[in-house]
T-cell receptor, first 115, second 115 residues
Framework: AQSVTQLGSHVSVSEGALVLLRCNYS??????LFWYVQYPNQGLQLLLK??????LVKGINGFEAEFKKSETSFHLTKPSAHMSDAAEYFC?????????????FGTGTSLTVIP | GAGVSQSPSNKVTEKGKDVELRCDPI?????LYWYRQSLGQGLEFLIY????????KSGLPSDRFSAERTGGSVSTLTIQRTQQEDSAVYLC?????????????FGEGSRLTVL
């Protein structure tokens, strides 16, 4: 089974600073990769995903992530944090080999933006 | 409806009582997932339905938990003889047919509190 590791359960950045949320996965075969965001008292919504093609993926709200096969990573970045970015962020993978389309989630990173 | 609908949004129950949580997925989505999100934890996979195939129940934590999906649409998650450790937010998600890593669409969750 896949596993997803998100380093740092809590990340704080100043407004306007770079956001970097880390995600590593365990798989010999590159999976499909996702970042989801969860605002307070809401469900998760997709920020971006990587399935194939260009390894730098752009998502909503100015976020982007880069798939690095050699590092088995899919870190999420945003050049300039905004107060509205404060939320819980989840990295997820889906196994290409598994036609059951199972999704595996990391434990999440809570992002705080300091004014 | 346009999105995944879950009910109730909040449920408070006494230890030992049974509860039912309902999920109405997006119309046409054949795959449906239940996850559990406990405070400070990631998303714990519970069960997965795909079309008419036998569900993947590998994530159900005990035999007190069960789920069904009627007519390939609405799903009900049942927890019997609830315990305090069952307190969590139960999230439902749906997606189009498996095999291709489509986006998971989440409901807003059902928050269960067991006193």
């Amino acid at each position: 089974a896949q596993s997803v590791t998100q380093l740092g359960s809590h990340v704080s950045v100043s407004e306007g600073a770079l956001v970097l949320l880390r995600c590593n996965y365990s798989s010999s075969v590159p999976p499909y990769l996702f970042w989801y965001v969860q605002y307070p008292n809401q469900g998760l919504q997709l920020l971006l995903k990587y399935t194939t093609g260009a390894t730098l993926v752009k998502g909503i709200n100015g976020f982007e992530a880069e798939f690095k096969k050699s590092e088995t990573s899919f870190h999420l970045t945003k050049p300039s944090a905004h107060m509205s970015d404060a939320a819980e962020y989840f990295c997820a993978v889906s196994d290409r080999e598994n036609t059951g389309n199972q999704f595996y989630f990391g434990t999440g990173t809570s992002l705080t933006v300091i004014p | 409806g346009a999105g995944v609908s879950q009910s109730p949004s909040n449920k408070v129950t006494e230890k030992g009582k049974d509860v039912e949580l309902r999920c109405d997925p997006i119309s046409g989505h054949t795959a449906l997932y239940w996850y559990r999100q406990s405070l400070g934890q990631g998303l714990e996979f519970l069960i997965y339905f795909q079309g008419n195939s036998a569900p993947d129940k590998s994530g159900l934590p005990s035999d007190r938990f069960s789920a069904e999906r009627t007519g390939g649409s609405v799903s009900t998650l049942t927890i019997q003889r609830t315990q305090q450790e069952d307190s969590a937010v139960y999230l439902c998600a749906s997606t189009l047919a498996g095999g291709v890593a489509g986006e998971l669409f989440f409901g807003e969750g059902s928050r269960l509190t067991v006193l």
